[in-house]
C-alpha cells in the first residue's frame, strides 16, 4: 500500500506563473488535506476536500489559490500568478476520517523566483 | 480553538542522552498525534494516541488527560533522531488537524 504521493517533489517558478501540485492519497482514503508550511513556522492548516468536495477552506488565501478533489485523480492545489511569498513546503495528507491517524507526503517545495 | 503549544523550541544534546518534549494543549482532545519531519524531508506520523501510552523502539509518548499534557521521550538519543518533532490535536473539531509550532532537537556525536 503506497504512501501518500506528492509531485513534484520541487518545483521553482517564476512570479506570475500557475504552481500546481499534486497529492494522490492512500488507498482507501477519501479525506485529504492541504497544508502549507513557511520558513521556520509551524504547519498552517489550508483546506480539507473529500471526493469532489471542498469541506473546509478556511485556511486558504482568498485570491489566486484553489483546490479539488475530483472523483479520480490525485487532488490538485493551484496557485495562479504565484508571487515571492507562495514560496514554501506544500504538504498535504489523508486520512480515511477523523479522528484517524492522518498520514502525510513528502511535500512539495516550491520556490518562486 | 485549540492552543497547541510545545516546549523547548530547540533542543541540543549528546549522543545517549534521555530525551524529552512536551506538548500542551487548552481544549480536551480525543486524539493527539506526534509527528517527525526531517531536514528537508516530509512527515512521518509516529504516534496517534488518546490515552496512556505508547513505545515504539526508542520512542515513547505519554499523555495526561486530566493535565491536558502529553510527552515524546527518545532513549539512547543518536544523531539520526535529529529533526523536528511536532505533535498536533487531531480531535475532528472543525476536521482540523491544529500543530505545535514544533521542537527542533539536535543529537550531536
Known amino acids: 500500500n503506497a504512501g501518500v504521493m506528492q509531485n513534484p517533489r520541487h518545483l521553482v517558478r517564476r512570479r506570475g506563473q500557475e504552481a500546481r501540485l499534486r497529492c494522490s492519497p492512500m488507498?482507501?482514503?477519501?479525506?485529504v488535506y492541504w497544508y502549507r508550511q513557511l520558513p521556520e513556522e509551524g504547519l498552517k492548516f489550508m483546506v480539507y476536500?473529500?471526493?469532489?468536495?471542498?469541506?473546509?477552506e478556511s485556511g486558504m488565501p482568498k485570491e489566486r489559490f484553489s483546490a479539488e478533489f475530483p472523483k479520480e485523480g490525485p487532488s490538485i492545489l493551484r496557485i495562479q500568478q504565484v508571487v515571492r511569498g507562495d514560496s514554501a513546503a506544500y504538504f498535504c495528507?489523508?486520512?480515511?476520517?477523523?479522528?484517524?491517524?492522518?498520514?502525510f507526503g513528502q511535500g512539495t517545495r516550491l520556490t518562486v523566483v | 480553538k485549540n492552543e497547541v503549544e510545545q516546549s523547548p523550541q530547540n533542543l541540543t544534546a549528546q549522543e545517549g542522552e534521555f530525551i524529552t518534549i512536551n506538548c500542551s494543549y487548552s481544549v480536551g482532545i480525543s486524539a493527539l498525534h506526534w509527528l517527525q519531519q526531517h531536514p528537508g524531508g516530509g512527515i512521518v506520523s509516529l504516534f496517534m494516541?488518546?490515552?496512556g501510552k505508547k513505545k515504539h523502539g526508542r520512542l515513547i509518548a505519554t499523555i495526561n488527560i486530566q493535565e491536558k499534557h502529553s510527552s515524546l521521550h527518545i532513549t539512547a538519543s543518536h544523531p539520526r533522531d535529529s529533526a523536528v518533532y511536532i505533535c498536533a490535536d487531531a480531535s475532528n473539531r472543525d476536521d482540523k488537524i491544529i500543530f505545535g509550532k514544533g521542537t527542533r532537537l539536535h543529537i550531536l556525536p
Open positions: 488507498k482507501g482514503h477519501s479525506h
Open positions: 495528507a489523508s486520512s480515511p476520517s477523523l479522528p484517524a491517524e492522518a498520514f
Open positions: 494516541l488518546s490515552s
Open positions: 476536500l473529500q471526493k469532489e468536495n471542498i469541506i473546509d
